[in-house]
């Protein structure tokens, strides 16, 4: 089945405590993309990644960062969370090329991140 | 300037009724995808539907249609014989030009329908 998972799917930490949130598609994506959802202010791209080794920043990016070293897995790092950060966050994976399928994106589940 | 606008905060419908979600949207690129994607209370995002820009008919899927004007630069989701498992919210967004770099999906603020019984 064509998926992309997270892991975990809630977490509640405190400020200034390193955590990582996984993500990992099966689907041989070269895009994928980190969100996260605030109320009133719908999605908002976070880092997004072209392909291994290829990242860059979104629209949000500052108290996060990322990596791409294998196609497959594209964990979102905070390495100092502050509750600014206490938000629901969702992976993304896309083909990288111009055909009709790569228009969308496919979603993980989401992460609950709470930081206190 | 804001790219997809939905007007629409909240939106009450009766069971078996159908109902349109307004959508709005602000592009000057030629090739872009429109979508519209299902918010539960559980927050995953589901995948509705969608509409390429040189799409020449109005997308359907099963009981969700996309109502594309381009001139008027909207994309109305319509969806009909309304459920109580509708109740959702509803986002509207757009992805630019996906020949080129980072195409990022860019939501709208959303849309809460409530299905009444």
């Known amino acids: 089945e064509a998926q992309v998972t997270q892991n975990p799917r809630y977490l509640i930490t405190v400020t200034g405590k390193k955590l990582t949130v996984t993500c990992s598609q099966n689907m041989n994506h070269e895009y994928m993309s980190w969100y996260r959802q605030d109320p009133g202010l719908g999605l908002r791209q976070i880092y997004y990644s072209m392909n291994v080794e290829v990242t860059d920043k979104g629209d949000v990016p500052e108290g996060y960062k990322v990596s791409r070293k294998e196609k497959r897995n594209f964990p979102l790092i905070l390495e100092s969370p502050s509750p600014n950060q206490t938000s629901l966050y969702f992976c993304?994976?896309?083909?990288?090329?111009?055909?009709?399928?790569?228009?969308?994106?496919?979603f993980g589940p989401g992460t609950r991140l709470t930081v206190t | 300037a804001q790219k997809i606008t939905q007007t629409q905060p909240g939106m009450f419908v009766q069971e078996k009724e159908a109902v349109t979600l307004d959508c709005t949207y602000d592009?000057?690129?030629?090739?872009?995808?429109l979508f519209w994607y299902k918010q539960p209370s559980s927050g995953e995002m589901i995948f509705l539907i969608y509409?390429?820009?040189?799409?020449?008919q109005n997308a359907t899927e099963g009981r969700y249609s996309l109502n594309f004007q381009k001139a008027r630069k909207s994309a109305n989701l319509v969806i009909s014989a309304s459920q109580l498992g509708d109740s959702a919210m509803y986002f509207c967004?757009?992805?630019?030009?996906?020949?080129?770099?980072?195409?990022?999906?860019?939501f709208g603020k959303g849309t809460r329908l409530s299905v009444i019984a």
């Open positions: 592009t000057s690129d030629q090739s872009y995808g």
């Open positions: 967004a757009m992805r630019e030009s996906p020949y080129s770099g980072n195409t990022p999906l860019v």
């Open positions: 509409q390429g820009s040189y799409d020449e």
């Open positions: 993304a994976s896309s083909s990288g090329r111009g055909e009709l399928p790569s228009y969308e994106q496919y």
